[in-house]
C-alpha cells in the first residue's frame, strides 16, 4: 500500500482543522460560489511553480535508502495539487493555515515512513482501514465531482427556474395596526370591557383603513380611543424575519393586492388590521446570483436523492439495540430507520469534511 496513500488519509483530518475560523469550526464554501477548483491561497509574494516551498531533510523519497543526507523537497505546483486533491470542501486557506498544513506534512509523512518500515501495511488493520479510507475518500470526491459540474447554471436553468418561483422573489411592505385586546398596563381591569371595546375599534379602523387614511395616524388614533397613554409601536412590519406572522395571515395578506387591507385578525397580541403598502418583484438580472446558488443546490440534492434513495439498511436490533438494564426482557430502545446521509436524533455522521463530526484525533507522539 502507498505510503503517499495513507499520508493523504491522515493529512484529510490535519487539512479540515488547519484554518483558524472566528466562529470554531471550518464552514465550506457555498458549492454555487465556485466556477472551477480554486486554488488555496496566492502566496503573498510571487513563488514560480517549480520553486521549493517544503523541503524535509533526513527523510529519503520513496524506494531510496535512508541516509542522513536525504532531502524530500515538494514545489510550489506540487504542495498546490496536494492540498487542492484534499480540499474536499472547497474552503480557501490563509498563508497561516497553509505553514500549519506544512508543518504536519513534515511529521505525517515521518510517521507513515516509519510505519512502512515496521510492516504495519501487512497488519489486517490497516488494510480495512484503507478500504473503509478509499469508500470515504470516494464518497467525498463524488459529493465534489457534483458541486463542480453544477456550479455553472445555465442561463436558461437561470431564467427557467425565475419563472416558476415569482414569488420567492417578490418583496411586500406591510403596514400593521395593532389594536391590544387588554390595557399594557392595567391588563387584569375590566379585561372583558376593555377587549369588547377594543374589538369595536378595531372594526371601526378597518374600514378607515380600507378607505386609504394613513394607518400612521390610524394607529395613534387607536392608542387615544383605547386611552392607552403610551407610545403607539410603529406600523411598519420587517418581512423579512421568518415567523413573524401567523401562517393563515401570511395567506390573507398573499391574497391582496396594493393599497388593500386584511380583515381584522384576531391574534394573541391583539386585532390586528395589516395593509399592503407596496408590491414589486426582484428583476432577473439582480436575482441571478441567488438563482444560480439555488438551481446548483438543487441539482446536487437531486444528484444525491438518485445516489442514495434506493438503498436502505435492515440492522439487526439484538447487536444494535440490546435490552435495557432493569427493564423487562423485550423492552429496547426505540429503532430509527437509518438512511444514507441520516443519523439518530442527537447523533452525527462523521465526515471528512467535517472535523466537527469527527471523533477526536490522539495527536502523535
Known amino acids: 500500500m502507498s505510503r503517499m496513500f495513507l499520508l493523504i488519509l491522515v493529512l484529510s483530518v490535519t487539512f479540515a482543522q488547519a484554518q483558524p475560523q472566528a466562529g470554531g469550526t471550518a464552514q465550506p464554501v457555498a458549492p454555487a460560489a465556485q466556477t472551477r477548483p480554486q486554488p488555496p491561497v496566492q502566496p503573498p509574494a510571487p513563488v514560480a511553480p517549480d520553486a521549493p ?7 529519503c523519497p520513496a524506494g531510496q535508502q535512508q541516509s542522513d543526507s536525504c532531502t524530500v523537497v515538494l514545489t510550489r505546483q506540487q504542495f498546490e495539487t496536494m492540498v487542492s ?3 474536499i470542501s472547497g474552503q480557501n486557506f490563509t498563508p497561516a493555515a497553509l505553514r500549519s498544513l506544512a508543518t504536519g506534512f513534515v511529521t505525517v509523512l515521518a510517521l507513515a515512513d516509519a510505519g512502512e518500515k515496521a510492516g504495519v501495511e501487512k497488519d489486517p488493520r490497516f488494510q480495512e482501514l484503507m478500504k473503509a479510507a478509499r469508500t470515504r475518500a470516494l464518497a467525498d470526491a463524488y459529493r465534489r465531482y457534483l458541486q463542480e459540474k453544477f456550479s455553472n447554471p445555465s442561463a436558461e436553468e437561470i431564467e ?11 418583496e411586500t411592505k406591510i403596514d400593521r395596526i395593532l389594536v ?3 390595557h399594557p398596563k392595567r391588563s387584569q381591569e375590566n379585561r372583558a370591557e376593555f377587549e369588547k371595546k377594543a374589538r369595536e375599534v378595531a372594526d371601526g379602523t378597518r374600514e378607515r383603513a380600507a378607505r386609504g387614511e394613513d394607518v400612521a395616524q390610524l394607529q395613534a388614533e387607536v392608542y387615544k380611543a383605547l386611552a ?22 401570511e395567506q390573507d395578506i398573499k391574497a391582496l393586492k396594493a393599497g388593500e387591507v386584511t380583515k381584522v385578525e384576531v391574534e ?3 386585532f390586528n388590521i395589516y395593509k399592503v403598502r407596496s408590491r414589486t418583484v426582484t428583476p432577473l438580472e439582480a436575482a441571478k446570483a441567488q438563482i444560480a446558488r439555488d438551481v446548483t443546490q438543487k441539482n446536487i440534492d437531486e444528484a444525491l436523492k438518485a445516489a442514495t434513495g434506493h438503498v436502505h439498511s435492515d440492522l439487526n436490533d439484538d447487536f444494535f439495540n440490546p435490552r435495557t438494564t432493569g ?3 423485550n423492552q429496547r430502545i426505540p429503532t430509527r430507520t437509518i ?7 442527537g447523533r452525527t455522521v462523521p465526515s471528512a469534511t467535517n472535523p466537527a463530526n469527527r471523533p477526536a484525533q490522539t495527536p502523535p507522539k
Open 53 to 59: 516551498v517544503v523541503t524535509i531533510r533526513g527523510l
Open 85 to 87: 486533491s484534499l480540499n
Open 160 to 170: 427557467a427556474y425565475y419563472k416558476q418561483n415569482l414569488s420567492k422573489f417578490e
Open 180 to 182: 391590544p385586546k387588554a
Open 228 to 249: 392607552i397613554d403610551m407610545q403607539p409601536p410603529p406600523t411598519e412590519v420587517n418581512t423579512g424575519r421568518k415567523g413573524i406572522l401567523l401562517p393563515e395571515v
Open 268 to 270: 394573541p397580541s391583539g
Open 327 to 329: 427493564g423487562p426482557p
Open 339 to 345: 438512511t444514507p446521509g441520516s443519523a439518530p436524533a
